[in-house]
């Protein structure tokens, strides 16, 4: 149910009013910064952590990365869907099409699955506690503050979804059927444009963690055919991204200076 604060130029929509005093602790400084915070538990983690082959066989460690990837496909795909499935109300308004149906912040629980699928390809017990503890806390403490803002933002139109008794971030299967009704329209180019940058940073990871994993395992010689292969791949998939990424931070960076 995560929102996003217009742009001062432009006008609130219709009986929306902005907190009468803006937010200020914990929450917001984690909210602020948190796509910022991976950045020092990879470093960790790559200092100081190895992955492992389960069982010492190759076979495992494939169904292993399948599953890893499957996980993160399962995450992207609650992105996209909560995106695609509410494109009319964007990034501004109650949320309550699509997934919304199902749990109330389907970005987030897209996120953490993601970092799963990811950190079951790396597949290191202390990884587990060193990135999804810290992320369930993040985001149980981000999410509070956004609810306590939503309520005060969007009053009895957000007390109504609130009624529905929609679960944070476990999906209240009983409401599958509506979830589905209410996905189309979908709009695919709005979601895609959300999303593409997540997606090509996952997949180039994983790209890049195969590489990581065949030399700690083979040694940089034995693994360098692999290692290139498999660097040209992420390579590939980022390059876009950075391509189209650019020009939108420096977009970002305009409005935010308009604002102040």
């Not at 990811?118 to 992320?135: D, S, T």
Request: proline share 8%; hydrophobic share 45%; net charge positive.
């Amino acid at each position: 149910m995560a929102i996003e604060p217009p742009p001062s130029a432009s006008p609130l929509p219709p009986g929306v009013s902005l907190p009468a005093h803006p937010q200020t602790g914990l929450g917001v400084w984690l909210r602020r910064y948190r796509r910022y915070m991976p950045i020092p538990l990879i470093v960790i983690a790559a200092l100081w952590l190895r992955p492992t082959m389960p069982g010492a066989s190759p076979l495992l460690d494939a169904l292993l990365d399948i599953v890893g990837v499957l996980v993160c496909m399962l995450g992207q795909w609650f992105r996209l869907w909560a995106w695609g499935s509410n494109a009319t109300v964007g990034k501004w308004g109650v949320r309550d099409r699509g997934p919304y149906a199902l749990l109330q912040h389907p970005l987030y629980t897209g996120n953490f699955l993601i970092a799963a699928g990811v950190v079951i390809v790396f597949n290191n017990a202390w990884g587990y506690a060193l990135f999804l503890a810290p992320l369930a806390y993040l985001y149980y403490v981000i999410t509070d503050m956004e609810e306590q803002r939503m309520q005060r933002r969007f009053g009895e139109e957000y007390h109504h979804y609130r009624e529905q008794e929609t679960p944070r971030f476990f999906p209240a299967l009983r409401n599958l059927g509506a979830a589905i009704r209410t996905t189309l329209p979908f709009g695919w180019k709005f979601a895609w444009r959300k999303e593409y940058e997540s997606c090509c940073g996952w997949i180039a990871g994983i790209a890049a963690l195969q590489a990581y994993e065949g030399i700690c395992w083979r040694g940089w010689e034995a693994n360098w055919p692999s290692t290139v292969r498999w660097l040209s791949v992420a390579g590939l998939i980022v390059l876009p991204s950075l391509v189209f990424g650019i020009p939108k931070s420096l977009r970002r960076m305009k409005q935010r200076r308009q604002r102040r």
